[in-house]
């Protein structure tokens, strides 16, 4: 599967379907060859991949993740074979566990063990009945992976791993858990601005969400962060997960991040405005990114 060095990740659910396949349809025309989007309490993952599949001819429509539990194994199963199906080799699964606020709080399912969660939701996708016709590419699926257990499990049993809101020590740390074959497709949100200090403010009100999920948090102190660096939200951490500043400066974060591993960077441009494209800045990142 060709996904390209650089693709894009963003949460189109609060802008109509037509909008959306106006934008993949731009980012598509613009050169990426991926993008990929969520599911935490938004369009469900599938339809939404569909939307995405339908208004382009080439683009890779990647989950980032599909939540777990909001579906069964072989419901999974036959979401990710019917769409590799009508879509060959333009569909990439990323399956993850989500967090606990979601899953109890939100969801009403009971969050316990991740990892062994996962190892059985995956056995249950392999051993489950499918009797649709089989796809003509094999189906690829990735796992949302940070610590050294899940990034292990996603290359023993998926195309690799999808980490998200990471340090390159992070990328370089996953690249050599996985080892040199598997995807390592790296999550990474940028402010495109020259005005630092409103930029650091759009990527601190993003980061605040994360930094009240303990997958995020720990990730961040097996790295050396302490629980003052959390709550401050300081320019160090904020520079560290969301680089702020122009094309140039960004460019060179996605750079780092390829350099210490990663095989494909998932890029989220931050604006502010959840419901405005950043076209503007889409275009600008193209341009940046052909020669990496």
């Not at 074979?81 to 566990?97: E, H, K, M, N, W």
């Not at 020259?194 to 948090?217: C, F, H, Q, V, W």
């Not at 904020?238 to 750079?255: F, L, M, N």
């Amino acid at each position: 599967m060709d996904i390209g060095r650089v693709g894009i990740w963003h949460v189109f659910d609060l802008v109509s379907p037509q909008e959306t396949r106006s934008a993949v349809s731009t980012l598509e025309n613009l050169g990426f060859k991926a993008v990929w989007i969520p599911e935490a309490g938004g369009r469900e993952a599938f339809v939404a991949s569909s939307v995405i599949l339908g208004a382009t001819t080439e683009l890779v429509a990647a989950t980032g993740i599909a939540n777990l539990h909001m579906r069964e194994p072989m419901s999974m199963n036959a979401g990710w074979q019917t769409l590799s199906d009508a879509y060959p080799d333009r569909f990439l699964l990323g399956i993850g566990v989500s967090h606990q606020p979601l899953v109890e709080g939100v969801i009403g399912s009971t969050y316990s063990k991740p990892y062994s969660t996962m190892v059985k939701y995956l056995d249950g996708m392999d051993s489950g009945l499918y009797f649709g016709t089989k796809p003509a590419v094999a189906p690829t699926r990735v796992l949302a992976a940070l610590g050294p257990k899940m990034l292990k499990l996603s290359a023993e049993r998926t195309a690799g791993a999808h980490p998200y809101f990471v340090p390159v020590e992070h990328t370089q740390f996953a690249r050599e858990i996985l080892g040199p074959s598997p995807m390592l497709n790296t999550e990474l949100a940028v402010v495109i601005t020259n005005d630092i200090d409103a930029g650091r403010e759009i990527a601190r009100k993003y980061m605040s969400t994360y930094l009240r999920l303990p997958n995020y948090t720990n990730n961040l102190k097996r790295f050396g962060w302490t629980d003052t660096d959390i709550e401050e939200i300081n320019d160090r951490l904020v520079d560290a997960i969301v680089p702020v500043g122009d094309i140039d400066h960004v460019t060179s974060r996605i750079k780092a991040h390829l350099d210490a591993g990663a095989s494909h960077v998932c890029v989220q441009v931050l604006n502010g405005a959840m419901n405005k494209m950043p076209y503007d800045e889409w275009k600008a990142l193209a341009a940046a990114v052909k020669g990496l």
